[in-house]
């Protein structure tokens, strides 16, 4: 004869939980070409800010200042946005938009790197590692606008009017169907 232990000990003790995956890619925020893409922005923002940092001499340093805030930032919060995008970290953060967050910030960016490197290159020593500062900067800028055009050519523009209409056109759960025309009252 089973006991209520065995009986009830399948339905109601917890399992154990299932392996997590670490990287969720391709995901709803993050395909392989997109990773790829992400990747390529880090590396070369950093190898940017890199080369940046290793020239010694500036005779005027506003635009080596510009350019290196620019490459850092970029690198690290590209960086940061990678592995909350490619992880399920980006599920604990408080955010519901991320194809938005996702193109602002890179739009954003892509013009930034294009203001830093146009003003790096009118203005530096001309040495070589300032040369190929700049163009590691243009490089980056070049991947960075690729990214934004993908982001507007899977979702189309993030704050357009014609976006959210898919979510209105979203099949309603039935209590709102019989609520919205009126027969919500049972006798």
């Given amino acids: 004869m089973a006991t209520a232990d065995t009986v009830y000990n399948t339905t109601t003790t917890a399992q154990e939980p299932k392996s997590r995956k670490w990287i969720i890619v391709p995901s709803e925020n993050l395909d392989k070409v997109r990773l790829f893409i992400k990747v390529l922005e880090v590396l070369l923002s950093f190898v ?28 690290l919060f590209t960086l940061l946005l990678l592995i909350l995008l490619a992880t399920p970290l980006h599920q604990r953060v408080g955010i519901n938009s991320w194809p938005a ?61 014609g976006n959210n209409e898919q979510a209105e056109r979203a099949p309603r759960p039935e209590s709102e169907k019989l609520n919205a025309n009126g027969t919500d009252s049972v006798n």
Avoid: H, W
Avoid at 103 to 111: G, L, N, P, S, V
């Fill in 101 to 161: 967050l996702d193109f602002f910030y890179t739009a954003i960016m892509a013009i930034l790197f294009l203001l830093a490197s146009i003003v790096f290159a009118a203005d530096n020593g001309q040495t070589d590692l300032e040369r190929g500062a700049v163009a590691f900067g243009f490089m980056a800028t070049v991947v960075f606008f690729i990214d934004s055009a993908l982001i507007i050519k899977k979702r189309g523009f993030p704050c357009r009017k």
């Fill in 48 to 75: 940017a800010f890199v080369m940046e940092e290793i020239v010694s001499n500036c005779s005027q340093c506003g635009p080596l200042y510009f350019f290196e805030f620019v490459s850092c930032t970029a690198f």
